[in-house]
C-alpha cells in the first residue's frame, strides 16, 4: 500500500422498521443508526479476505420473551479489495426474508444505497412489517501529487 492509494470512507446507515397495516404486532416505528469510518491502509484487510463487520439490530430485548426481538437487523461487511478499493455488503433481514446489496466504494463518491423488505406473511411475528435500511458510504479522495506539492507551498507559504 502506498500513499497514492489510500483514502478514507464514512459509513453512516439508518434501520427503520415500521407495521404496515394497524394489524400489526409492532405498533410504533423503531429506528436504529450507526456510523464508522475506515482507512484503506488500515493493517489487517487481508487484500479483501478480512471483513470489518457491524450489526445494527431492532435493539428490543429478547429475555422479555418478545416474539419481536432480534429478528430484524441489517449487518455491513467491509472489505478492501487487493487493488485497494472499498466495497461494503449489506444484508437487511427481517424474520427468514432477506436482500443483499454489495457496494463498490470508489474515492471521492459518495453512495447513497435503499434497501426496502417486507417481512414473509407466514410469519406470524413479524408480518405486516417491512424494513428500510439507508446508508450513505462517502470515500475521501486519494492523495496525488499535485495536492501533495499544493499542500507543501500552502504550508510554506503560511509559516513566513
Known sequence: MSYFTRYIMEIECLLTWYPLRTSARLKMPVLRSHSSKYVSDDPGWNGGLTAKGVTISSGLNPDKEDPLSG?????LE???DTDE???VEID?????TSRRQRVVCRPGVATPVLINVSASMNDEALK????????????????SLSSIVANNLLSGLSSR
Open 78 to 80: 467491509t472489505r478492501v
Open 71 to 75: 429478528d430484524v437487523l441489517a449487518i
Open 92 to 96: 437487511a433481514m427481517i424474520g427468514r
Open 128 to 143: 405486516d412489517t417491512a424494513l428500510t435500511v439507508q446508508c450513505v458510504l462517502t470515500s475521501g479522495p486519494r492523495a
Open 85 to 87: 478499493i472499498f466495497f
